[in-house]
């Protein structure tokens, strides 16, 4: 049986084979199998070699230096060590978090149980293609404020906020300031440098690398403080506990050193197909786009049809594999809360499509793509 297209690149991408190849030298006895943290013999010295160089591999990617990047387990974690590490470390400084109301769950969800615990949070709102309103963020941030947590890359619609100049306005504040980059990283270049972040979150299966492993960037100068989540050790400066998984961190460092290399091609060419899958179905009746081209990761193509039962479409679109919404939220019926909090209302984004695309998608995905999906519309508009 023929699989479908896969056009679902934000929810996860596949390993790039030269990554796979080196996780799979990681495992067996023959190859550098060892615990990192054993390093009396030969084997954990190799092992902590390894991950040494995968760390000095992910922090080229964001202009950091490599003490600065802590493994975990995902963005996910990466998020909730970020902002409920920073609260509580510093919660008898100051107890106001900003953030936006088209996160993530793994930075709302956060956010949510923090306002339980008597944090003051506010959500910004956002503006019709789903950038921040910097007006709103200046008129909240105060001098009280711990921490703004704001994505890079959107995951439903791919807008890109203007990071740099968050970073300026928050440290005019001395506000702590995180990233979930989990959708950027590879896609659209990073500097914490020059963006002035203090605390970034990356998840290697998004830039192909394999799942269950991610990292977080702290910063060291000036030095950002966390409360960790576990005790259990004094891996990873006490930070996150626990034998760190050799074989993951080092397909996550090549897939950084990769998509550092590769990512300006890569996006000129994915760019180029995105804007002909739209040229093919743009003039179908009743569809609206909801990815600002002008301000949005060339991934991305996030529509709407007009009348279109979202199931019923997507019943009909079975040879290509795209998403109703994120990953993390299509099992449920309910609307997206990014398109909702964009103003588009809950019948439109309740048929909207979230397509994107990747490394290994081809000329000859994007061609039959764009027949398919115009077939299927007008087939269900005829019915
Ligand atoms: C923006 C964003 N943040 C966080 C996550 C969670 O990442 P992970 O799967 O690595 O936990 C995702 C994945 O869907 C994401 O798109």
């Given at each position: 049986m023929q699989r479908p297209i896969y056009l679902d690149y934000a929810a996860t991408t596949p390993v790039d084979p030269r990554v796979a190849e080196k996780i799979t030298h990681c495992l067996t006895m023959d190859g550098n199998f060892g615990n990192p943290a054993s390093t009396t013999h030969i084997y954990g010295a190799m092992a902590l070699e390894a991950v040494e160089q995968a760390r000095l591999e992910v922090a080229d990617l964001i202009n950091a230096q490599s003490e600065e990047i802590i493994w975990t387990s995902g963005a996910t974690e990466a998020n909730n060590l970020a902002i409920q590490g920073a609260a509580h470390f510093y919660q008898h400084k100051k107890?106001?978090?900003?953030?936006?109301?088209?996160?993530?769950?793994?930075?709302?969800?956060?956010?949510?149980?923090?306002?339980e615990q008597g944090f003051k949070v506010d959500y910004l709102s956002v503006q019709k293609n789903g950038l921040i309103d910097f007006d709103e963020l200046k008129s909240l941030i105060n001098n009280n404020t711990l921490l703004v947590s704001i994505m890079h890359?959107?995951?439903?619609?791919?807008?890109?906020q203007d990071i740099e100049k968050i970073g300026q306005l928050t440290k005019q504040h001395q506000a702590l300031f995180h990233v979930d980059a989990a959708q950027s990283a590879g896609r659209v270049a990073i500097d914490v440098e020059k963006m002035q972040?203090?605390?970034?979150?990356l998840s290697a299966h998004k830039m192909y690398g394999p799942k269950g492993i991610g990292a977080l960037y702290v910063r060291k100068k000036p030095r950002v403080r966390l409360q960790p989540l576990m005790y259990g050790g004094a891996h990873?400066?006490?930070?996150?506990?626990?034998?760190?998984?050799?074989?993951?961190?080092?397909?996550?460092?090549?897939?950084?050193?990769?998509?550092?290399?590769?990512?300006l091609q890569d996006m000129l060419r994915i760019t180029q197909l995105r804007n002909q899958l739209w040229v093919l179905i743009k003039n179908l009746p009743g569809l609206h786009v909801n990815t600002d081209f002008t301000h949005a990761a060339g991934n991305y193509l996030n529509i709407s049809f007009e009348n279109i039962d979202g199931e019923v479409l997507l019943q009909a679109l079975s040879e290509i594999a795209v998403s109703m919404g994120s990953a993390c939220t299509s099992a449920q019926q309910t609307p997206s809360h990014v398109l909702k909090a964009?103003?588009?209302s809950d019948q439109l984004a309740q048929s909207t499509l979230r397509?994107?695309?990747?490394?290994?998608?081809?000329?000859?995905?994007?061609?039959?793509a764009g027949a398919v999906i115009r077939t299927a519309c007008c087939d269900i508009i005829r019915s």
């Open positions: 107890n106001h978090i900003i953030t936006v109301k088209t996160e993530h769950k793994a930075v709302l969800d956060v956010c949510y149980a923090l306002a890359v959107n995951n439903e619609i791919g807008i890109i972040i203090d605390l970034l979150s990873q400066q006490g930070l996150r506990p626990g034998t760190l998984a050799t074989h993951q961190i080092v397909g996550m460092g090549i897939a950084a050193r990769l998509a550092k290399t590769e990512m964009m103003g588009i397509i994107t695309l990747g490394r290994f998608t081809s000329q000859a995905d994007i061609d039959r």
